[in-house]
């Protein structure tokens, strides 16, 4: 599938910018970090600490990267500080707490971050005295889900099972509140800031190393060379490459700068309908592309819901800001699994491997 994306846009928009990038130490923070990087764009990161030593974030010497940050979004006062100090062009919200699981452990903390991060976050945006463009990122899981086999579009009925999903769907209801009131399009030309979300399906990709997911469970389970166990086998999710929503979201974000009010609206970034599989699907491209490996099947009792069938339609994103992804799931799985296999053989030249895939996906 042709991507239509102009990359020389995307250098013309970044390039000696000023990019405001939370959850920058994350895993999809860290590949957004690294593009920004190769873009030319100044960036300033803010989150917290990296888990482990092997974090993407470390790996790709990150501390080089960016000036780094390292905070917590519920510090209201600092994070004021830092995003008025700093004055971004650009405002790259990604910090959460993402994990559908532990969202189950943590629900009040779950809440707090993806709630009231998000509205400091828009705060710090409030007190600016100058243009911005605010793209937040949410997830395909704020639908309130039906298990339906129609796909998901921009304007369907929010909600969540489970405290991860609901606190996003808050966190957009939170957004649409602070776009009416603080940020309204009619009166852009007072205080030129725009908002947009991006709304994306399960990524995956190379240096992903939390708990419960699938491709960090399936790259852990075959380095040891022991089965991998999954839960739920025929979970059906909207599987992508985590460089189609990172680039996504920075076409977003230049589309805003151009035009900041057509653009300040949610989009959802997914892969194409056909590649929206079940986890055991995707588990046996892994295999097939590692070249071996095993698993098997356990239904944990007691355990907490999940949803079973998620899809989202992208056409609203296609049409309008003319991106589409690249890679099929069997591509997506591949050049994941080439990162974990180049990470386990060579940890010191896993950082110019990150970047050649990067190159890579923007030559294609």
């Not at 390039?15 to 873009?39: P, Q, R």
């Not at 010497?61 to 004055?87: M, P, T, Y």
């Not at 986890?279 to 007691?302: D, F, H, N, P, R």
């Amino acid at each position: 599938m042709e991507n239509m994306v102009n990359f020389e846009q995307l250098k013309s928009a970044y390039k000696g910018k000023k990019v405001f990038l939370t959850g920058h130490t994350g895993f999809k923070g860290s590949w957004m970090l690294k593009t920004l990087s190769m873009l030319g764009a100044e960036v300033k990161g803010y989150a917290l600490e990296p888990k482990t030593k092997d974090d993407l974030y470390h790996l790709i010497d990150g501390d080089r990267l960016c000036s780094s940050v390292i905070a917590d979004l519920r510090n209201k006062k600092q994070l004021e500080e830092e995003i008025s100090a700093f004055k971004p062009d650009f405002v790259f919200h990604l910090a959460a707490q993402p994990l559908v699981r532990l969202s189950y452990e943590i629900p009040a903390e779950t809440f707090e971050v993806n709630i009231i991060g998000t509205a400091n976050v828009l705060d710090g945006v409030r007190l600016l005295d100058k243009k911005c463009e605010v793209v937040l990122i949410t997830t395909d899981k704020v639908y309130h889900n039906n298990e339906w086999i129609y796909p998901y579009r921009e304007n369907d009925r929010l909600g969540g099972y489970d405290p991860y999903s609901a606190s996003k769907a808050c966190a957009e209801l939170l957004i649409d509140s602070y776009r009416n009131s603080f940020f309204n399009p009619k009166n852009y030309s007072i205080h030129q800031k725009t908002i947009a979300v991006a709304r994306a399906g399960n990524v995956i990709g190379g240096g992903d190393w939390s708990q419960d997911r699938l491709i960090p469970d399936i790259a852990k389970a075959f380095a040891l060379e022991k089965p991998v166990i999954i839960r739920n086998p025929k979970s059906v999710r909207p599987w992508q490459h985590v460089l189609e929503p990172v680039i996504g979201y920075l076409l977003l974000g230049a589309n805003l700068a151009e035009n900041p009010v057509q653009f300040g609206q949610a989009y959802n970034f997914g892969p194409d309908l056909s590649d929206a599989l079940p986890v055991e699907e995707m588990l046996k491209l892994a295999i097939t592309s590692w070249g071996k490996g095993e698993y098997s099947i356990e239904k944990q009792e007691g355990q907490h819901h999940e949803a079973g069938l998620l899809k989202l339609d992208i056409s609203k994103t296609i049409t309008e800001l003319k991106w589409q992804p690249k890679m099929n799931a069997a591509q997506a799985v591949g050049i994941t699994m080439d990162w974990y296999r180049e990470f386990s053989l060579n940890k010191e030249t896993i950082a110019a491997f990150t970047e050649k895939q990067i190159n890579n996906f923007l030559d294609a």
